[in-house]
């Protein structure tokens, strides 16, 4: 995963399912799955070269995730109203 780009996340916005999450303090990249408002918290699956492992995940809360991890850079796109 070494041709992604980190940041840090600044809005629960950037907290979309698909996007790449990695820990600040390890270099294991997960991908961040569907928002659970039952268990209050986002599920994040394993990711190893290219490859999601839906056999392993483990649910997250917000705060955790804006304290503790970053999120991939994506370049968007944005047409001129």
Do not use: H, P
């Amino acid at each position: 995963m070494k041709n992604i780009t980190f940041q840090n996340i600044s809005d629960s916005y950037q907290l979309v399912s698909g996007a790449k999450i990695k820990s600040k303090n390890y270099d294991e990249v997960y991908e961040l799955g569907e928002y659970d408002g039952n268990k209050r918290g986002y599920t994040l699956f394993a990711f190893e070269d290219g490859l999601r492992f839906d056999d392993f995940s483990v649910i997250i809360s917000e705060y955790e995730l804006m304290n503790n991890y970053m999120i991939e850079v994506v370049k968007v796109n944005r047409m001129a109203a």
